[in-house]
């Protein structure tokens, strides 16, 4: 199993940008694919985007399409959220995600993904 730490949340006002960074111990994060999901108060988790094990495709939720970009550095073990144009919905708790199968260009459910970091609190003053 992969560990993996979460970096980058904060407070930011409406319009702003954020960028998050989940850093991933083992020899093997390349085999992975990679996913992020968010969970607010009172609400289930949910997906947000994926990238594949190399990087070259990702797919994201309606809600975020546009406006987030997920990427990988394999060399570096890390996997990123640039946040931009954020909104006050787009508070949440953000949690990074590993998945030993196949990459679909489709939404993901957690239960889809195996391993989870701690999470890191992002939340958007209106």
């Known amino acids: 199993q992969v560990q993996l730490v979460e970096s980058g949340g904060g407070l930011v006002q409406a319009g702003g940008s954020l960028r998050l960074s989940c850093a991933a111990s083992?020899?093997?994060?390349?085999?992975?694919?990679m996913g992020w999901f968010r969970q607010a108060p009172g609400k289930e988790r949910e997906f947000v985007a994926a990238v594949a094990r190399g990087g070259g495709s990702t797919y994201y939720a309606d809600s975020v399409k546009g406006r987030f970009t997920i990427s990988r550095d394999n060399a570096k073990n890390t996997v990123y959220l640039q946040m931009n144009s954020l909104k006050p919905e787009d508070t949440a708790v953000y949690y990074c995600?590993?998945?030993?199968?196949?990459?679909?260009?489709?939404?993901?459910?957690?239960?889809?993904?195996?391993?989870w970091g701690q999470g890191t609190q992002v939340t958007v003053s209106a």
């Open positions: 083992g020899r093997t994060f390349s085999s992975y694919v």
């Open positions: 995600a590993a998945r030993n199968g196949p990459y679909y260009s489709r939404s993901y459910y957690p239960a889809d993904f195996g391993s």
